[in-house]
């Protein structure tokens, strides 16, 4: 992993957030749109452009974070934190952004100066990130000792953020992270001595943060990818503490099992002296016989398990196996024997055993079995999780009627929705049944589920041209979002028809300006798909607001960028009217460009957007 892996996590994010609620213009498809240029008189006689500025704090936000991002993916650092301290302190952008901007120094081989900018960070997640982007570049110079004491010196997060924009301040484990970087380097070098010096300091890290399997774990399956099973090994007996080296060797095991090496790791799993963990290992490599078709080799080694609850639940994987592919009988036996084995089995552990060989019986569609062994399990959600299970696959199959009879069986009310969504969503892919699929919905009691039901039947007969149908259903709709889903869905249909001012006039109707604006935006992006560009400009120009146009249209470019169709994307680019919007977005596309190795036209689109700004005056 490098920087250009982190930065990819937090560039060209806000072309997808939600719009805010904007005014919608009079809907009438000939009306001519006025410039937002504007001309600035200075004291000497001469102009300059103003553009239109931002008027809304959160896409300004947003905004001053791509060009960030954009003048630190090619290595203009000062100009990046120019940017980067524009955003407002609080804002969590700025943070990330600071924390993106030290690793790309970092990449630059200026370490002494990331290190001083990533201290400036207040908030411990974003130092966190930033130290994890530093690391990384040392370990990629091969300055194994500087990378590891510095990724020991990263906290862990107790309270990472809930909600980030950026993807960089909602995790807690950069310092396991920048951790395993370094321990994947010392590999791909072949520095094991290095590596088994570092072994206690890691363990030590794993212990002081609860994380076991990162890095630990991380370091025993570097060396088995690598083919080096006595060094991988050699690092878990080098683990001082007694539990965690067990917990280590549990994990070679699985993941020799899981390379096909399953003699050794059976051989290391039977050397675990605590019986749950060596259980559990042995459960593991069951899982992978599994997985690699030698079932008999998987229940046999099962059967071997001496802690009831794991032998009964490594016995369930080959089990679950055996009813998916026809071979009921033999579930049906092995359960048999698993229950004897443990007649004292958790109820619910064995009603998941009954529930997967009565999916088994479904995937072969014997109807009768499946439905006769679901309904043998006690715990009703795990009862109702089955018959779902046999719905959808009755739904499938076109066996309607047995799948309603199913349904109304079901006593749980989330999964019985849920059953019923699977027979609508049937019903409504065959023309001839698509009122019977109303029909249906009618019945249910999940109001939400319904609503979202109706907005779905409204879509499908709209995109069979019933558009006076699709706006029926559309009006009966009780939630008012899944209402406004619905006109916006006929409003589409009808434009992609050709009958803008219809559609237009339809729009028109949704009292809420959030709606009218993804409406007018969904009805651009199915024009633009169309190669119908023209007119897709056109639809956005009558979005009033300055700041919730310039996101369709930058949404509508990123679009086109991720599909490589970068012309077209320009195009888009140039429609927005704000300066440092669109030089945003050029500097995303540029950004594009130069993943996609096209390193001149990259250069090419910075530059665009460099100029841009360059010329905008002060604010």
Known sequence: MNFK???????????????????????????EIGSKVSKEV???????????????????????????????????????????????????????????IAGAIAQNGEIDRALELARTIEAEEGQAAALYGIVLSLAEAREFDRALEL??????????RPFDYSGVLDDEQWGAYAITGVVSQLVAAREYDRLFEA????????????????????????LVQAGEYDRALQVAREIENSDRSLQAFK?????????????????????????????EALEAIVIQFVVSGELDRGIELARTIEVDDLRVSALSQPIASLATTGRTEQAQSLLTEALQLTPNLDKTKQANILADIAFGFAMQMQWEQAIETARTIEDIEIRAIALLGIVSQLARQGEFDRALEVTRSIEDTQHKSSAFYSIVSGLNEIETQRERALEIIQEMEDGETKSELLWRSADTFAASGEFDRALEIARTIEDRNYRFFALSSVALEWAVAGDIPRAFELVETIDDRFYQTEALKNIAFALMQAEDDERSLEIVRFIEEDA??????????????SWKQYDRALRFIQAIQDDRAQAAEFLSLATELSYEGEAERAQEFFDRGVSILDATPKS
């Open 42 to 100: 200075k004291p000497d006689g001469s102009e300059t452009l103003q553009l239109a500025q931002i008027s809304d704090p959160d896409w300004e936000a947003g905004v001053l974070y791509q060009l960030a991002m954009g003048f630190a993916q090619f290595g203009e650092i000062d100009r990046a934190l120019e940017f980067a301290r524009t955003i407002d302190v609080a804002d969590d952008r700025r943070i990330a952004a600071t924390a993106t």
């Open 251 to 279: 994990m070679l095991a699985s993941q020799l099992a899981g390379i096909g090496e399953f003699d050794r790791a059976l051989e290391i799993a039977r050397t675990i002296a605590n019986p749950q963990i060596q259980a």
């Open 199 to 222: 072994v206690p300091s890691i363990d030590a890290y794993s212990a002081k943060f609860g994380q076991y399997d990162i890095p630990n774990g991380f370091l025993t399956s570097q």
């Open 548 to 561: 919730s146009q310039a996101r369709v249209l930058s949404d509508l470019a990123y679009n086109l960028a």
């Open 151 to 160: 990724a020991f010196s990263i906290p862990y997060i107790d309270y990472p």
């Open 5 to 31: 892996i982190l930065f990819l996590t937090t560039s060209l994010i806000f072309s997808s957030v939600f719009l805010p609620q904007f005014p919608v213009k009079a809907f009438e498809i000939s009306e």
